[in-house]
T-cell receptor, first 114, second 108 residues
Framework: NAGVTQTPKFQVLKTGQSMTLQCAQD?????MYWYRQDPGMGLRLIYY???????DKGEVPNGYNVSRLNKREFSLRLESAAPSQTSVYFC?????????????FGPGTRLTVL | RKEVEQDPGPFNVPEGATVAFNCTYS??????FFWYRQDCRKEPKLLMS???SGNEDGRFTAQLNRASQYISLLIRDSKLSDSATYLC?????????FGKGTMLLVSP
């Protein structure tokens, strides 16, 4: 049981390049999320998927697209990377602790856009 | 008013000290509450849930005050390994809102 996995761990892009961040979970969770974390800003939600086949915008969706490929996988795509997208990206899925939903995070992708 | 507010710290304490963090939240209809721990350059990990009656997990005690809309975390007998950032998290219909975290530094 690997939990939530993310690839790649590190990436350097040039402005204008595109890339896809991959996320997979093996906990049979329905909901999955993409966050970015910047110094002094905390975690900000980019997109989420409440179930297979559905996606919704979060707080900071501009410049990103997502695909919920199946129940396990949720990818994040940067079509034309910008320096403002330099950040640490975390994928998460929702499970239940007691009677409450909470989130389990992947190890993160550290992205630098030059 | 920010949804979840925390003192960013850092809180510098010696080993063995007791330290407490508070967190306030703005949505009075929030349903569940958590403390997460985040080590430097790592992902956030669930530390403990926070229940209305208060709850303990070893050296850690969490309390919730719904009337005043705040959550607290008490760490007793601090260890060097407790050095991390502690995130307060509030759940409203499966939408989690994270505070920016409070940094704790425990020194020998």
């Amino acid at each position: 049981n690997a939990g939530v996995t993310q690839t790649p761990k590190f990436q350097v892009l040039k402005t204008g390049q595109s890339m896809t961040l991959q996320c997979a979970q093996d906990m049979n969770h329905n909901s999955m999320y993409w966050y970015r974390q910047d110094p002094g800003m905390g975690l900000r939600l980019i997109y989420y998927s409440a179930s297979e086949g559905t996606t919704d915008k979060g707080e900071v969706p501009n410049g990103y697209n997502v695909s919920r490929l199946n129940k396990r996988e949720f990818s994040l795509r940067l079509e034309s990377a910008a320096p403002s997208q330099t950040s640490v990206y975390f994928c998460a899925s929702t499970g239940t602790v007691g009677a409450a939903d909470t989130q389990y995070f992947g190890p993160g992708t550290r992205l630098t856009v030059l | 008013r920010k949804e979840v507010e925390q003192d960013p710290g850092p809180f510098n304490v010696p080993e063995g000290a007791t330290v407490a963090f508070n967190c306030t939240y703005s949505n009075s209809a929030s349903q569940s509450f958590f403390w997460y721990r985040q080590d430097c350059r790592k992902e956030p990990k669930l530390l403990m849930s926070v229940y209305s009656s208060g709850n303990e997990d070893g050296r850690f005690t969490a309390q919730l005050n719904r009337a005043s809309q705040y959550i607290s975390l008490l760490i007793r007998d601090s260890k060097l390994s407790d050095s991390a950032t502690y995130l307060c998290v509030v759940n409203f219909y499966s939408t989690l809102t994270f505070g920016k975290g409070t940094m704790l530094l425990v020194s020998p």
